[in-house]
């Protein structure tokens, strides 16, 4: 039963962004570069996580999409993105203490958010943007060169 599987601490309450993510499609190749890279990017110390401190330090409100388009304010858009983070991050660790974010974890986020973005550009547009990755978003600009700005 998907119930049982999922409804491990808070009794009768799935989370529901967990629940969602399965049944999602997974990220085409080239978001799902872009992501890496946004995580390597995010990773500063290398060691295949992010700590809360690190995701907080690239994590750029200021050109979220419904900030520029003006839906949301900056702690409003600031608080949904780290929230939705966090409780996803919660639900994939079964409610335990770990603070660090994982890679799947990361792409399961992306996942979720992929689900209301249809352009790739727009997509590219908000990786980039949140997570600071310094990169102009150009629609004939592939993953492979934005590889190649980011690491160095
Ligand atoms: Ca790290």
């Given at each position: 039963m998907v119930f049982q599987i999922y409804d491990?601490?808070?009794?009768?309450?799935?989370p529901y962004e967990r629940f969602l993510i399965d049944l999602l499609t997974p990220l085409q190749p080239s978001r799902l570069a872009l992501v890496k890279d946004a995580f390597k990017h995010i990773?500063?110390?290398?060691?295949?996580l992010l700590s809360l401190d690190e995701i907080k330090a690239k994590f750029?409100?200021?050109?979220h999409p419904d900030v520029l388009s003006k839906k949301k304010s900056l702690d409003e858009a600031r608080f949904d993105f780290l929230n939705l983070f966090t409780t996803l991050h919660s639900a994939n660790n079964n409610f335990?203490?770990?603070?660090a974010v994982s890679e799947s974890d990361f792409v399961d986020y992306h996942t979720y958010l992929n689900?209301?973005?249809?352009?790739e550009c727009d997509f590219k547009k908000l990786v980039v943007g949140v997570w600071n990755m310094d990169v102009i978003c150009d629609e004939k600009q592939k993953v492979q060169s934005m590889t190649h700005f980011i690491d160095h």
């Open positions: 491990v601490k808070q009794v009768g309450k799935i990773d500063t110390n290398n060691d295949g750029d409100p200021t050109r335990k203490d770990q603070r689900t209301q973005i249809e352009r």
